[in-house]
């Protein structure tokens, strides 16, 4: 089965029809393409989750800070919390959140990370998964095969809107991570393709117009802490479709919306570092502070 990726959709037809997950008919796809044995591309996937379960753990250093001193803690404090028991939304939620930020610091500082889709977007998808996986007890191979469903989603907003900051605004970033993650989540917990597709709409439509306005042109205020309210968003969404509540606005036309929303936002909200929190007076002390000027 050849698939163009150009509609989630397409993905859900093609699982309907052939009576697979849609991470089965993706895998099959992308091996195929690759020139690879199933089992070549499950292990390659697996790779990457193993990068993004370390950049976990590396994130969660108490002591880890970024060049500019904008981040670097707070992975840690969160945790410390959950563990003090003080997570006032039970473990699950505040485990996620500090995973979140623990990734999208790890980025900051230079670890090793995996783009989900962006490094600016990167804790989305891993505290996502990996948070539930432990505190559901799931299978790591049944995480892992989301995984490709979260990359189909991905692509399908590539393709048809944007995923860089640059180009359409944070929505694009965190907006399709917490998409990825909604629809790996849902097919994990049992939700029909249409569900996945239905966890897709609600994840983007909830976050449409979000601005990329990073301080001092710097991938850590405020978008590390977008990577934890794009794992809440990722939840909500998840939780809403496998209730069986739908979106009055099909997945495809949430996508083109997203587009168009990322082509009128103005360039000073667009990742240049001109506009929004990075315009602020507290914003433009912190960039003189770091380089000076």
């Not at 998409?179 to 597709?197: D, R």
């Amino acid at each position: 089965m050849k698939l163009d990726y150009r509609s989630v959709e397409e993905l859900v037809a093609a699982a309907e029809s052939s009576g697979k997950q849609i991470c089965r008919i993706v895998m099959e796809e992308q091996a195929e393409a690759m020139g690879l044995t199933c089992d070549e591309a499950f292990t390659l996937m697996a790779y990457e989750f193993q990068v993004m379960k370390q950049s976990v753990i590396d994130g969660m250093n108490p002591d880890l800070r970024s060049s500019s001193g904008l981040s670097g803690g707070a992975a840690a404090k969160m945790q410390a919390a959950v563990k003090e028991g003080h997570s006032h939304f039970g473990p699950l939620f505040g485990t996620a959140i500090a995973m979140a930020i623990a990734v999208a610091e790890s980025n900051s500082c230079m670890g090793q990370i995996v783009a989900a889709p962006t490094a600016g977007s990167c804790g989305v998808l891993p505290a996502a998964l990996i948070s539930v996986m432990e505190d559901q007890k799931i299978n790591e191979d049944s995480v892992i095969m989301s995984l490709f469903t979260a990359s189909a989603i991905g692509m399908v907003i590539a393709k048809n809107a944007s995923i860089s900051g640059a180009e359409g605004g944070c929505q694009a970033e965190i907006g399709t991570a917490s998409a990825m993650a909604a629809g790996a989540l849902t097919e994990i917990f049992g939700g029909t393709p249409q569900m996945v597709s239905t966890s897709v709409a609600i994840a983007l439509k909830n976050i449409l117009g979000l601005v990329c306005d990073p301080v001092a042109g710097l991938v850590e205020v405020p978008c590390i802490k977008r990577n934890a309210m794009g794992v809440a968003n990722a939840f909500t969404a998840c939780e809403l479709a496998c209730a069986g509540i739908t979106s009055a606005i099909p997945t495809e036309e949430v996508i083109h919306s997203m587009k168009l929303i990322g082509q009128s936002i103005p360039s000073s909200l667009r990742e240049t570092a001109e506009g929004g929190l990075a315009a602020t007076p507290t914003g433009c002390r912190l960039c003189k502070q770091i380089f000076g000027k």
